[in-house]
């Protein structure tokens, strides 16, 4: 089902209206607000339970393993309202009743933190030693010993029990900057239409951006863009509150630096970032290559940004979502039956992905859940490979919480968003090169994947590497003690897209300059966007391997899939079979892009 407008008016359907196997099921997981009520109460009761062991931990370890067991079910429990709540607000963000569960959930996790803030300095006062010897000598706490190891890595940042209970009690406060910034775009901007009489707006942005009518383009741009600038002085006090919170979190936790105080608690060194964005820079005439190829195959005389994905070609036939997962399916085949099974039953009857086009969904897409639940997945399928590739992704981060929780206790279900980034990238190589290998005697549907891939690359390679420029200069700005607003937000932005895209694109600053408000989550995510070109990186290299290598890299891959957070992210991927230390991968990355762009000119010649 494409992102269909009720034809009359041109409008988006609203949310009651879209067919329910387009949906995702969240029976299962609460069958309705009343239930998801008794769960928020339960939760509420085990506050002060978990808050009882405080000044206890040290008593002895069957006292530690009961904290840990009573712990580690309340969060998860505490998981399931979160997730409930925030899917239904994602699905539909004019839901004002969605809303409110949202906030209610997220302010019951500050408590819930609050109440455990005690036990991070309270373990670090036991001392290291006396842990692991613990946990030598009792086989139920064996499990932990990886847990304390990264807590003695933490211990110099980490602060006494009454900084941190105020630290986890101020949490809900300090995400406030995000979600204005995203109720604000998501639900409340006004976009004119486009050419044509086109509905632009969060679920059609994307589809627009791609038609071949250079005036549906440009309309749709300038209104996408125009919506977000008139609203750019609220969105510049968001995203400096944003920045503002970060500083304040890296002065208290005494780290040097904005960007180590971003990587340490994450056991990645600040070497790897700068690695990235010494890569990318030095990268860029590749990007203004193509950008001259794509410019003198749609016969311009100037290539602007609405025209980075205008079609080369004619359109491909069009990919129903069914279709997509077939590929999908088809692509993953190394990986194995087991793989490939949860796979088609996740993007199938089991309902894991909400792929409807309705009014008031969240921009973007995202991979969901927690911890006793399957994932979830939210897009906005659009009958084209650009959303099958979007569904690819997803599916990599879905797969990847399916199989981590299936593997791993509690303590280390979940993973840093440095190796997530891999798996979801992973996908989209296996399947990538699937298709290319399918379609390589149809030249309308190669075109069609290799335009897809560039577009793929110009995200994860092109736009999240200059946001990263981005935003490590905003945070050094007001670590400096200089102010953030609209205008040199604006300018910044504009600066860097312009050095970025060369002299074949012609920018309007203004709108260029907009780019850091359409990003109403990555950039309040404490630098989050730099790790998708380490994510695609890493993911190429790896399937690589597996296409190369067959099983024995496919079942090394699956080894990192299951390892969750019981390995640190570097040390998982390097068992996988990448370095990402090493700058290699992402010069190798350069060189499969730089392939593509050979590649699109013999198709286009």
């Known amino acids: 089902m494409e992102c269909k407008l009720i034809s009359m008016n041109q409008s988006l359907f609203a949310r009651a209206e879209v067919p329910r196997e387009s949906t995702w099921d969240l029976e299962t997981l609460f069958p309705d607000a009343d239930a998801w009520s008794r769960a928020f109460a339960e939760v509420e009761a085990g506050v002060p339970k978990v808050a009882g062991f405080a000044g206890r931990l040290g008593e002895e370890p069957t006292t530690l393993l009961e904290f840990f067991q009573i712990s580690e079910k309340l969060q998860n429990r505490l998981g399931h309202v979160l997730v409930w709540a925030s899917l239904h607000y994602a699905a539909d963000t004019t839901d004002s009743e969605a809303q409110g569960r949202t906030d209610r959930a997220t302010g019951l996790s500050s408590r819930v933190s609050a109440a455990l803030a005690f036990a991070i300095p309270e373990l670090l006062a036991l001392g290291t030693e006396k842990l692991q010897g613990w946990a030598e000598?009792?086989?139920?706490?064996?499990?932990?010993?990886?847990?304390f190891d990264q807590l003695s890595r933490k211990a110099a940042h980490v602060r006494s029990g009454e900084v941190e209970q105020t630290l986890a009690l101020a949490s809900d406060t300090l995400r406030s900057a995000s979600r204005i910034h995203g109720i604000l775009t998501d639900a409340d901007l006004v976009f004119?239409?486009?050419?044509?009489?086109?509905?632009?707006?969060?679920?059609?942005?994307?589809?627009?951006?791609?038609?071949?009518?250079?005036?549906?383009?440009?309309?749709?741009?300038?209104?996408?863009?125009?919506?977000?600038?008139?609203?750019?002085?609220?969105?510049?006090?968001?995203?400096?509150?944003?920045?503002?919170?970060?500083?304040?979190?890296?002065?208290?936790?005494?780290?040097?630096?904005?960007?180590?105080?971003?990587?340490?608690p994450?056991?990645?060194?600040?070497?790897?970032f700068e690695s990235l964005i010494g890569a990318f820079e030095k990268h860029l005439p590749i990007w203004h290559r193509y950008w001259s190829l794509r410019r003198r195959a749609l016969g311009l005389e100037t290539l602007t940004p609405y025209d980075v994905k205008a079609p080369l070609g004619p359109a491909p036939a069009p990919v129903s979502y069914e279709t997509a997962v077939d590929w999908i399916?088809?692509?993953?085949?190394?990986?194995?039956?087991?793989?490939?099974?949860?796979?088609r039953r996740g993007a199938g009857p089991e309902r894991w992905v909400d792929w409807a086009c309705n009014r008031g969904k969240r921009m973007g897409a995202f991979s969901s859940g927690t911890v006793g639940t399957h994932p979830y997945i939210l897009m906005s399928y659009n009958d084209d490979l650009f959303s099958l590739s979007t569904l690819?992704?997803?599916?990599?981060?879905?797969?990847?919480s399916y199989y981590s929780r299936r593997s791993q206790p509690s303590?280390?279900?979940?993973?840093?968003?440095?190796?997530?980034?891999?798996?979801?990238?992973?996908?989209?190589?296996?399947?990538?090169?699937?298709?290319?290998?399918k379609f390589k005697n149809d030249p309308v549907m190669l075109l069609g994947v290799l335009e897809e891939a560039m577009s793929n690359f110009h995200r994860y390679f092109f736009i999240m590497p200059t946001l990263a420029r981005f935003e490590k200069e905003i945070h050094e700005r007001v670590w400096r003690g200089e102010a953030l607003s609209a205008k040199t937000l604006n300018a910044l932005m504009a600066d860097l897209f312009i050095e970025a895209f060369g002299p074949e694109v012609t920018l309007d600053r203004e709108r260029v300059g907009s780019t850091w408000m359409q990003f109403s989550t990555h950039l309040y995510a404490n630098f989050y966007v730099w790790q998708y070109a380490t994510g695609i990186a890493g993911a190429n290299a790896l399937a690589s391997r597996v296409l190369t290598e067959g099983k024995p890299a496919a079942s090394a891959y699956?080894?990192?899939?299951?390892a969750g957070g019981s390995l640190y992210p570097l040390d998982a991927l390097k068992r996988a079979g990448v370095d990402l230390t090493s700058p290699q991968p992402v010069e190798a990355a350069f060189k499969v892009m730089e392939s593509y762009v050979d590649r699109l000119e013999s198709v286009i010649a």
């Open 137 to 147: 000598s009792d086989g139920a706490l064996r499990i932990y010993r990886h847990y």
């Open 192 to 264: 004119a239409p486009a050419a044509q009489e086109r509905e632009v707006g969060q679920s059609t942005i994307g589809k627009l951006l791609v038609d071949p009518d250079r005036e549906v383009r440009r309309t749709a741009y300038e209104s996408y863009a125009d919506a977000h600038l008139a609203h750019k002085n609220a969105l510049a006090q968001c995203l400096s509150t944003g920045v503002k919170q970060n500083i304040f979190i890296a002065r208290v936790r005494g780290y040097e630096s904005p960007l180590h105080s971003a990587m340490e």
């Open 266 to 272: 994450n056991f990645i060194p600040t070497s790897v």
């Open 329 to 343: 399916a088809e692509g993953m085949a190394p990986l194995g039956d087991d793989y490939v099974s949860a796979l």
């Open 392 to 400: 690819a992704h997803e599916l990599g981060h879905s797969l990847h």
């Open 411 to 437: 303590v280390y279900a979940g993973y840093g968003l440095f190796a997530a980034e891999v798996a979801s990238n992973f996908d989209q190589a296996l399947v990538r090169a699937h298709l290319l290998e």
């Open 558 to 562: 699956l080894e990192f899939l299951n």
